[in-house]
């Protein structure tokens, strides 16, 4: 350890002055390596040896212990914020890994001006689970619940091939195991990497399932690689048979009504989507192959239609839809603002749906009703455009042939009207 320092080269260190004429001297942003010491950078290493001040979680600075400066363990971060505000010393904050990466960066870039801080990064410990376990890495996504919420990053995995996963105690691979087993989504191969980096370092090779009965360290990185879906059918992003739905039959958007809706939706990704009344869900699980990336939420009362809803999304391998099981308009209020919503059944509740939407609704967002009944649709738009909404109403009319002895022939099919409204268009 004695001979770290000797790399050090002269560092032109450039003042600053702060809003009170005091002088600030640059911010270092250091990221350790897996190895020690020796895994930085000879540039790296003389900034530290300059540094008047190292600031990083206890293990960080145990790689330094010869370094004779002041030494302040890296705790809360407003307290630390406070000190590099007011401090004129030379400081180098040790982080793990690349600093930009899911690191401390972000929080000191966003409260300090940017020409004060300097970056130096170092290999992730994302980058060297992958090359332990032999595995590339460029074409996974990357994504932390440490400290985070979980269904929003579970939205991402689920969509994902390779999923490269940050934990914590509560957000555990066990927890991310049982949520993508509720899902239908459990055809992972599951790297548990322990410790990296340390000498208790361990690699464990899993299904989701297993990660159940593992008691990881908590310092892990959870690496889902993509192996099969649990139903290897195919089915088309668009346009499933009616057939293929658990449902009641009354109580399905049927496949050309649900491809002229979805096509009203107009749908992108990342988008938050309410499917009220889902029924089947089958316009939800339509919606959520053409977003991979959205949230569906899906609102049911009926208790069959729950059970069929849950037997559909997992039969198909839903990833981002989420059932809510409630009376429309309750159940919307805990909901994120959609910017589409499809109201497929209203439960005779359609003026207080219309209402509560209206009120949750994103600029340019789009409301799809469907009705099979002159007065939902005379209601519908009549309350819409009280609303300051500008509708369109489409007439769907679908008749399909049928065998008749030796002969075919076309039997229709009760119109549907699709109610397409948009909030403050001409």
């Known amino acids: 350890m004695a001979g770290c320092y000797s790399l050090h080269r002269t560092v032109a260190a450039i003042p600053e002055r702060g809003t009170k004429g005091m002088t600030q001297q640059k911010i270092y942003l250091v990221g350790t390596g ?32 010869e370094f004779s400066g002041q030494k302040m363990v890296l705790g809360d971060l407003s307290q630390l914020l406070d000190f590099l505000q007011k401090t004129e010393k030379r400081v180098a904050v040790l982080a793990s890994g690349d600093p930009t990466f899911f690191g401390i960066s972000r929080f000191l870039l966003r409260n300090l001006p940017k020409d004060r801080i300097e970056i130096f990064t170092n290999v992730t410990s994302m980058q060297y689970a992958f090359s332990r376990i032999k ?4 074409d996974a996504i990357f994504v932390s619940v440490h400290g985070r919420g979980m269904h929003a990053a579970l939205d991402r995995i689920v969509s994902a091939e390779k999923a490269c996963i940050l934990t914590d105690r509560i957000n555990s691979p066990a927890a991310i195991a049982a949520e993508l087993i509720s899902r239908g989504a459990e055809g992972y191969e599951a790297w548990l990497c322990e410790d990296l980096g340390l000498p208790s ?13 593992l008691k990881p360290s908590e310092l892990n990185i959870l690496i889902l690689i993509r192996t099969y879906e649990p139903n290897l059918v195919h089915y088309p992003l668009i346009g499933i048979d009616d057939n293929e739905f658990q449902t009641s039959k009354k109580l399905i958007t049927k496949q050309e009504v649900r491809a002229v809706t ?14 009220i009344g889902a029924g089947s869900s089958s316009v939800s699980i339509e919606a959520s192959n053409l977003m991979p990336n959205g949230r569906i939420f899906a609102i049911e009362r009926n208790s069959q239609c729950i059970a069929f809803i849950n037997e559909n999304l997992k039969k198909f391998c839903t990833r981002n839809v989420k059932l809510v099981e409630a009376y429309a308009p309750e159940g919307l209020e805990d909901l994120p603002d959609p910017d ?10 359609l003026e207080e749906i219309i209402d509560a939407v209206d009120k949750r609704l994103k600029p340019e967002g789009v409301i799809v009703l469907n009705a099979v009944t002159l007065d939902t649709l005379t209601k519908a738009v009549e309350y819409l455009e009280d609303h300051g909404h500008t509708v369109e109403a489409t007439c769907v009319n679908i008749s399909k042939t049928r065998n008749l002895t030796e002969y075919k022939m076309f039997e229709a099919q009760n119109p549907v009207y699709i109610i397409t409204a948009r909030k403050g268009n001409d």
Do not use: C, N, Y
């Open 34 to 65: 897996m190895a020690g010491w020796e895994g930085f950078s000879s540039k790296a290493l003389e900034i530290i040896g300059k540094a008047e001040v190292l600031v990083g979680h206890q293990r960080h600075l145990d790689i330094f212990p």
């Open 135 to 138: 595995e590339p890495w460029d």
């Open 201 to 213: 370092e361990k690699f464990t090779r899993s299904d989701v399932r297993g990660l159940l009965e």
């Open 262 to 275: 979805l096509a009203k939706l107009q749908l992108q990704d990342d988008l938050v989507m309410w499917d």
């Open 340 to 349: 589409r919503v499809f109201i497929g059944g209203a439960g005779g509740q």
